[in-house]
Nanobody, 124 residues
Framework: QVQLVESGGALVQDGGSLRLSCAAS????????MGWFRQVPGKEREIVAA????????YYADSVKGRFTISRNNAKNTVDLQMNILKPEDTGVYYC?????????????????WGQGTQVTVSS
């Protein structure tokens, strides 16, 4: 069983930056693929970025490529999401998620463990 706790959400202006962090406990962190998802009211939870267990592979949604960077530190059991050049459409609740194994998956149904979420609001 893995517990995930996100932090770093805030209100930021259009064009600004934020760094989200997710701390994991209760499992073998290095054996999990990690993802960041975003959800807005009335819409399905969508993937923003994911990183393989060894950090050898990453995945980004087209809407964030070139602006967001996912990274992980297996020694500290953390995964971060650096978000630059933020836009109002990046607004939402951001969730950290984990799935066992090596492969990256983009659909939320493939992730077994979830944090409670952190709110990111980008004002125009």
């Amino acid at each position: 069983q893995v517990q995930l706790v996100e932090s770093g959400g805030a209100l930021v202006q259009d064009g600004g930056s934020l760094r989200l962090s997710c701390a994991a406990s209760g499992g073998t962190f290095s054996s999990y693929t990690m993802g960041w998802f975003r959800q807005v009211p009335g819409k399905e939870r969508e993937i923003v970025a994911a990183i393989s267990s060894s950090a050898g592979r990453t995945y980004y949604a087209d809407s964030v490529k070139g602006r967001f960077t996912i990274s992980r530190n297996n020694a500290k059991n953390t995964v971060d999401l650096q978000m630059n050049i933020l836009k109002p459409e990046d607004t939402g609740v951001y969730y950290c998620a984990a799935r066992p194994g090596l492969s990256i998956a983009s659909h939320f149904s493939n992730y077994h463990y979830w944090g409670q979420g952190t709110q990111v609001t980008v004002s125009s």
